[in-house]
């Protein structure tokens, strides 16, 4: 009948490391069922204890140490995170920008609708030459419209024929 163990020794004999990339597959504080042999076997040798607990989790020897009292401080600090993100969430719903990612950096042009034409297509240019101004601090038609024509020449990939196109 297997028997459940913690790991507490990172084992690091070739036997239990990851052919492919070499890392450990039985790093300390993982938990595992073992045949009643090699169970006795690796807590003799100090490699493992007896655990009271599910499988397939990883119990750092922090956590393993941890009281009722500390435990308890660990959920109610987890139930806080939780109460504070579901209430960020709710804010961004009622403020109506719920949606918009946020984990992405806004970045130096302008906000965009995807789904609207790029503001310099109006002028037909190419793919490189709208990258080309927008690098160049291009981005919106009336700072093309004010720009003069020795600054938008000085942009890389703008030449005549493509300025004859920005001032049509």
């Known amino acids: ?4 163990i913690r790991i507490t020794l990172a084992t690091a004999s070739n036997e239990h490391r990851n052919p492919t990339d070499g890392t450990l597959r039985l790093p300390a504080g993982t938990v595992l069922d073992a045949d009643d ?12 204890v007896e655990w009271h607990g599910q499988a397939g989790q990883t119990v750092t020897d922090e956590e393993a140490s941890m009281t ?37 950096p806004i970045g130096d042009t302008p906000y965009q609708d995807k789904g609207a034409p790029h503001p310099l297509a109006e002028y037909g240019l190419t793919p490189q030459q709208v990258a080309d101004l927008e690098r160049a601090g291009f981005t919106r038609p009336d700072q093309i419209r004010k720009a003069k024509d020795a600054d938008l020449l000085d942009v890389p990939g703008i030449g005549v024929a493509a300025l004859a196109k920005l001032r049509k």
């Open 37 to 48: 042999e090699t169970a006795k076997r690796w807590v003799r040798n100090g490699f493992a």
């Open 68 to 104: 009722d009292s500390a435990i308890d401080a660990e959920i109610a600090r987890l139930e806080d995170l939780k109460k504070a993100k579901l209430a960020r969430q709710e804010a961004a719903a009622a403020s109506g920008v719920a949606g918009l990612p946020q984990d992405v």
């Open 1 to 4: 009948m297997p028997k459940t």
